[in-house]
């Protein structure tokens, strides 16, 4: 692996790197004001290329999430008061500052996150593209008209905004989450207190930055620190009615209850899965091989929600897409993120490496796996960890295949029948993805009537396709987001009934 350091990258001129960086004084947004914590705290920033720190940024606790959450307040009945045509125009504003700023964000993200810098400048225009989508979706944001018995009179349907919107992301895409995640509460006329993961907080606060010239103050709001103190103080505060979670399933089942205790609120959760990418022996076994690995999403290190990490194969071709796959794992380029070459990078952080590692330490001492590719933790530095593929012959058993690893383990099994893998996938307590690769129509329609997941590719994987909802069922999650269903969760409808 490479270890090249700041402006050494050929062909590139001088690449962005750590001083940079470390030389900024990061803060967060509350009220329009860029700011340290209240209590003067940090947390560390670490590079998981080379687990250097390279920056500080505030550890905002209650104190900061009042001080954001007052903020909030404040601005909300002015921002819903404005025209959502022109609150559109903000977020089209928004969006310019972040293209235009795009180079920078993708930098961050690479050296703080790990992913290669040519996967974080496709986060930056997906996120750019996702705040330009619902900024589009202004004038669908309708109610409904009620016919009455009554002629005199009529019935119709108002969708008014909850007020302050907690809406707390994970680390795996940061920037991408941060801001395509806060278009929708806030074309619906919600104020936003943004909270990212500790692990990978530098492009909210970048974002944040770039939101101060462009959002009216108080209206979005960036507050960085703990989870389970920051995280927690805006779930349960009093006057946060509606929570948006991404992250693990457990966290989100906490939230859940701890945002209970407060209040009645609304609770929507993008939470983990273990997906599964079903082969039938009729598929195309080159394009299903090809479609398993893009379907991991190892350009992220395999750190995406959606990766279809269980490979059920039928018997009859088992041997030979688990080979097709494990060549091509094979030949990702793990290395140097700022490389324009590399196609994976380290994991995001310590936690991930050790959480991980220890999955792969437990199949590698497991008689029932056979280690296909991968498995060997490259020395230090850095937490760089192989595309690895487990293939348990004698079927799909133990936590490997009933754990979300989010990392870069595949685990593949046979299965001898349609009902039988149909089992097998819809076995575990989550359902986000699903895939399957099959030509015969009939066993493609069938999987989609039968398989308990929130959303299915059949013959593909990996893509989210603008305005398609995205969202899981069973501890996957509950709400739909990406598409116009999002924009409604942020709506609560009012009816009118009025005589005249
Ligand atoms: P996590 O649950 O550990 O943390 C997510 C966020 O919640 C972070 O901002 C964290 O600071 C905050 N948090 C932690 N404890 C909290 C608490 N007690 N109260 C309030 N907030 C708290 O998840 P992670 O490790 O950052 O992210 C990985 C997980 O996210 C995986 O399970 C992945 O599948 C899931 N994910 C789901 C989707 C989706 O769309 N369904 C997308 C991305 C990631």
Redesign the pocket.
């Given at each position: 692996m490479s270890t090249r350091t700041r402006g050494e990258a050929s062909g590139t001129g001088t690449i962005p790197g750590v001083d940079e960086i470390a030389d900024r004084h990061w803060r967060m947004l509350i009220g329009g004001e860029l700011t340290d914590a209240a209590s003067g705290a940090t947390l560390d920033v670490v590079n998981p290329a080379d687990t250097s720190t390279i920056a500080r940024f505030p550890q905002g606790d209650a104190a900061d999430v009042d001080a954001a959450v007052d903020a909030a307040r404040a601005a909300a009945p002015g921002w819903a008061a404005m025209s959502i045509t022109d609150r559109a125009r903000v977020l089209g504003d928004f969006a310019d500052a972040i293209e235009a700023n795009g180079e920078e964000l993708a930098w961050i993200d690479t050296m703080d996150y790990g992913s290669p810098v040519t996967m974080m400048r496709n986060d930056v225009r997906i996120a750019v593209g996702q705040l330009r989508y619902f900024a589009g979706l202004a004038l669908q944001l309708r109610g409904e008209t009620i016919p009455m018995a009554d002629r005199n009179a009529m019935d119709f349907t108002l969708r008014d905004p909850f007020g302050v919107v907690g809406r707390?992301?994970?680390?795996?895409?940061p920037l991408m989450?941060a801001a395509a995640r806060i278009a929708a509460p806030l074309l619906a006329g919600n104020s936003v207190v943004l909270?990212?993961?500790?692990?990978t907080s530098l492009s909210a606060l970048r974002l944040g930055e770039l939101a101060a010239a462009v959002v009216p103050d108080g209206v979005l709001n960036v507050v960085t620190g703990?989870?389970?103190v920051?995280?927690?103080r805006?779930?349960t505060h009093p006057d946060v009615p509606r929570i948006a979670?991404?992250?693990?399933?457990?966290?989100?089942r906490?939230?859940q209850a701890?945002a209970a205790s407060a209040a009645v609120k609304k609770v929507t959760l993008?939470?983990?899965?273990k997906n599964p990418l079903i082969v039938f022996a009729d598929a195309d076994l080159d394009e299903a091989a090809d479609s398993a690995v893009r379907g991991m999403n190892f350009t992220w290190q395999g750190?995406?929600?959606?990766s279809t990490s269980r490979l059920l194969v039928h018997r009859s071709v088992y041997d030979r897409v688990v080979g097709e796959v494990g060549r091509r794992m094979d030949r990702i380029r793990m290395g140097d993120p700022r490389l324009p070459d590399t196609e994976m990078g380290p994991l995001a952080s310590a936690?991930?490496y050790r959480k991980v590692t220890g999955y792969i330490r437990a199949g590698l001492a497991d008689p029932a796996l056979e280690l296909i590719t991968g498995g060997k933790i490259p020395d230090g530095p850095g937490f760089f960890v192989p595309p690895t593929l487990f293939s348990a012959p004698s079927g799909a058993t133990g936590p490997l295949f009933s754990e979300?690893i989010?990392g870069p383990v595949l685990v593949a099994a046979p299965f001898d029948s349609y009902d039988e893998a149909i089992a097998q996938a819809n076995a575990l307590p989550y359902g986000?993805t699903a895939a399957v690769w099959t030509t015969s129509l009939r066993t493609a329609m069938a999987a989609a009537r039968d398989l308990r997941t929130g959303y299915l590719w059949v013959n593909s994987s990996a893509a989210h396709l603008p305005g398609t909802a995205?969202?899981?069922v069973k501890n996957?999650?509950v709400g739909r987001?990406e598409g116009i269903e999002e924009l409604l969760e942020y709506t609560q409808p009012k009816n009118v009934y009025l005589r005249f």
């Open positions: 707390i992301v994970p680390f795996n895409h989450f909270k990212p993961a500790e692990a703990l989870g389970g920051a995280g927690d805006l779930v979670f991404t992250g693990s399933d457990v966290v989100g906490g939230i701890r993008e939470l983990g899965g750190q995406s929600c959606g936690n991930q979300e989010f986000l995205f969202g899981g996957s999650g987001e």
